[in-house]
């Protein structure tokens, strides 16, 4: 396991979904999670968070479920990441079928990535999000027939692609900026 990850990413949406639906105690989501044991108490209140989705984090890979059964059946065991390994390899599984009802999200997950990596190109976009470059051309130009309902959200907390699919695109992304920063100076 990577030293650098110690807890889940999106922590307080690991919790909420972990609170809605395992049987875990407060304190081993909260260790889990890297979060205070009041602040789990107030999301599985409602208090704070209000709105928030679940992330779930076997979906992600970074729990499995056979860890979540081992430590619902001991109050005492602490939850521990899965390795990196498994994380990388359990989301190379090929595109499935999006449900109707999902595909209105994802003009929301086009803005996301246009509003925080406007360099990331069209046909990036489409690979990553299974869709089709015009739908990402209208989002980008803001013509978009629905423009006035789109609101900018993560990608993977919509489930169209994982953390680790949307991190190399990220890293493809920078590759490509720093050819061109280097590129741009070797011409000087």
Known sequence: MDNNMTTPIMPQGTAIWLIENTSL???????????????????????????????DPIALGQLTREEI?????DEKASLTLASQRFQGT??????????LSKRQDRPDAIAWLIKFYPDMTDSDICSLLATTKSTVLAVREKTHA???????????????????????????????????????????
């Open 25 to 55: 105690t407060f304190v081993q989501i909260s260790q889990f999670c890297g979060l205070h044991l009041m602040e789990v108490q107030a999301l599985a209140d409602d208090q704070v968070a209000t709105g928030m989705i679940g992330v």
């Open 69 to 73: 059964e081992r430590c619902s059946a």
């Open 90 to 99: 359990k989301q190379k599984s090929k595109r499935k079928y999006t449900p």
């Open 146 to 188: 629905r423009m006035s309902e789109i609101k900018p959200r993560d990608p993977v907390l919509l489930g169209f692609c994982s953390q680790v699919e949307l991190d190399e695109a990220i890293s493809k992304l920078q590759k490509g900026r720093e050819a061109a920063a280097s590129g741009d100076s070797g011409d000087a």
